[in-house]
């Protein structure tokens, strides 16, 4: 082989140039053809992943705060008009009406008593008039889902997708159980719920983006998907391995291949997170031809000009062998003569009636340079876009790091701020706002303890979540309510007087004092031991000494007995320091004094001796 080659070169020169043509195109253009998609779009690929998981936590916080609405508003209801205490059906039976029909998404509404097992039915004006037979609408499929969700010991639960024996459309059924004023319990309220708010929420990402969003139940029916057909018939995709996946590992970004988005396996770039409240849940999709198919056209484009390029490039050194051999062999001719001259041997310049071909061979050089210098400009303009599109890319992860700031910044019990960030908040208003007021309102729960030990620490988280909630009710959004760790609490007050501070302290108090929480059946009373301080913000108070303050007239309310508003007093702390200051010199004083009497009594004793 090796002198086959060597024949080759050694036949002409024409066959050299064109050989030193194709490699020189051919080898810098093919490494940048193939190492351009292997190191710049692997990593975007894996970006556009981590996207998609990202998008699907977004959602899953949606999903949660939807359910966590409509339960509350079905306590609230139940508890505003007091069901327990009505005993005829047809008043039951207008409130449920009006629950009903206020409830967006309500399809059918009904209570069922559990002191004589009555039962009373409510169905949307859009699918009235109701069916005949009203108990079969409480007992199928409800008694079907009586146990469901007691994993959580809630008392509101979530079942599955199943289909509506009022609408025959897909829906899910909550149940929440209602309480007497002894919190026994007395009924139950059940509610069948469309998917069209779940719907919508992937429908905007759908028609938003090439993404496609997928939400399935604890079952793996489909819940939301963009093929409105599997949504209407609850298709099943528990046996999918992306659905498989998200069971074992709840969360995650990978590539898989599969029929989740169509009836044919194809591959896919997906994030998945599962909603462990529902056991539900969330996959952000996206085809890989969508990914590639851009960078595939890109790749086209390169290879098209690559072949155009190397075509023209072999036309063109052809032509010019034929032109070059003459001049070369001229040269050849004159650079025989360096042997016999070879210290005074000097091409010179270009004669004036120097042949045609050397002038063609530099006009063929400049022309080639000048090319080589376009292909450079265009290579450049495809990196400047790729640099576009990753600095868009850049940017959207940016957004997406200071999304995932903002919500480390709370506390993940209470959802109020933590204490970093109540700091960090704070010394910046000290900085910031010279001239106005600060005032700190410091919380201790008032035998939180017990709480724990007597009911145990989910009654006292319970009783943490409960007073952050009346902490954000009794303050103003300008406010900053956070959690310092444990049962303690603070809250910053922006700019007010000594006046609106306790009253806004002593509302907190009465408030949480006549609101207490209720653990299974049973009522806990809760209490707060508060200090405040209002202080001018003068660019030498700091945070640390705020909490101090604040801290001490806590332990004043402590000892006046718990469950007392206290106000540290600027002028009542000077006056103990001075009164420590004189405790604290009276003995030097009492020692100068003594040690006076007893000079005097020696000069006394001298004097007398003399």
């Known amino acids: 082989m090796f002198k086959a080659v060597h024949n080759y070169f050694n036949q002409s020169i024409t066959r050299l140039v064109m050989a030193s043509f194709v490699f020189v195109l051919l080898f810098p253009l093919g490494f940048l053809a193939i190492s351009l998609p292997e190191e710049s779009w692997g990593s975007v690929r894996q970006e556009v992943r981590e996207k998609h998981l990202l998008i699907a936590k977004s959602i899953e916080e949606s999903i949660n705060l939807y359910f966590l609405d409509f339960q509350k508003s079905a306590q609230i209801f139940a508890n505003t008009i007091n069901i327990t205490d009505i005993e005829d059906q047809e008043t039951i039976q207008s409130y449920l009406d009006g629950f009903v029909r206020n409830s967006g998404n309500v399809v059918v509404g009904s209570y069922l008593s559990l002191d004589d097992y009555s039962k009373v039915i409510s169905v949307r004006d859009a699918y009235k008039p109701p069916v005949q037979n009203k108990n079969k609408v409480i007992e199928e499929p409800y008694l079907k889902y009586l146990s469901f969700g007691n994993r959580h010991h809630t008392i509101s639960t979530i079942s599955p997708v199943f289909r509506s024996t009022i609408s025959k459309r897909p829906v899910v059924l909550v149940k929440t159980y209602i309480y007497d004023k002894k919190y026994n319990k007395r009924g139950i309220l059940y509610a069948e719920l469309k998917l069209d708010y779940l719907n919508s929420i992937c429908e905007k990402i759908n028609a ?14 489909v819940v939301a998907h963009p093929r409105q057909k599997w949504v209407d018939n609850i298709y099943k995709l528990s046996k999918t391995k992306i659905v498989q996946k998200l069971r074992s590992e709840q969360a995650g970004a990978k590539r898989f291949k599969t029929a989740i988005l169509g009836k044919q396996k194809e591959y896919i770039d997906a994030g998945y997170t599962l909603i462990d409240k529902l056991d539900w849940g969330v996959i952000i999709a996206q085809p890989k031809l969508a990914i590639d198919s851009p960078m595939d056209k890109v790749m086209i484009t390169i290879l098209k000009w690559l072949v155009l390029g190397i075509v023209f490039a072999l036309i063109i050194a052809y032509l010019l062998t034929r032109q070059i051999t003459r001049p070369i062999n001229s ?35 400049s022309s080639l340079v000048a090319r080589l210098q376009q292909t450079n400009k265009e290579v450049k303009k495809l990196n400047y876009s790729l640099e576009e599109d990753i600095a868009k890319a850049t940017a959207k992860l940016r957004a997406t790091n200071r999304y995932l700031y903002s919500i480390s910044s709370k506390d993940h019990l209470t959802k109020i701020a933590n204490r970093r960030f109540f700091e960090d908040s704070v010394e910046k208003k000290l900085k910031n706002k010279i001239g106005q007021r600060a005032s700190i309102i410091l919380i201790d729960v008032d035998k939180f303890k017990f709480i724990n030990d007597e009911y145990g620490h989910e009654a006292g988280d319970m009783a943490l979540v409960h007073i952050a909630r009346l902490m954000r009710q009794c303050t103003r959004k300008v406010d900053l309510p956070a959690r310092l760790g444990g049962d303690e609490f603070v809250i910053y007050i922006d700019n007010c007087d000594s006046r609106a501070l306790a009253k806004i302290a002593e509302n907190l108090r009465r408030t949480v004092e006549t609101t207490p929480i209720f653990w299974e059946g049973t009522q806990v009373n809760l209490s707060l031991s508060i200090g405040t301080v209002n202080a001018k913000i003068d660019g030498k108070i700091t945070l640390t000494q705020l909490l101090k303050f604040a801290d001490e007239a806590m332990y004043v309310s402590k000892e006046q007995g718990r469950n007392h508003v206290s106000a540290y007093s600027f002028e009542k702390a000077k006056l103990i320091e001075l009164n420590k200051l004189k405790k604290e010199k009276q003995p030097k004083i009492n020692k100068l004094k003594q040690l006076k009497k007893q000079k005097k ?8 001796g003399s």
């Open 601 to 608: 009594s020696r000069q006394k004793k001298l004097r007398s």
């Open 208 to 221: 938003s983006s090439k993404e496609r969003c997928i939400i399935v139940d604890s079952r793996g029916q």
């Open 331 to 365: 040269l050849v001719t004159k650079s025989q003569e360096a042997d016999i001259r070879s210290d005074t041997f000097n091409l010179g310049a270009i004669p004036k009636n120097s042949p045609a071909e050397i002038c063609k061979l530099w006009t063929a050089i």
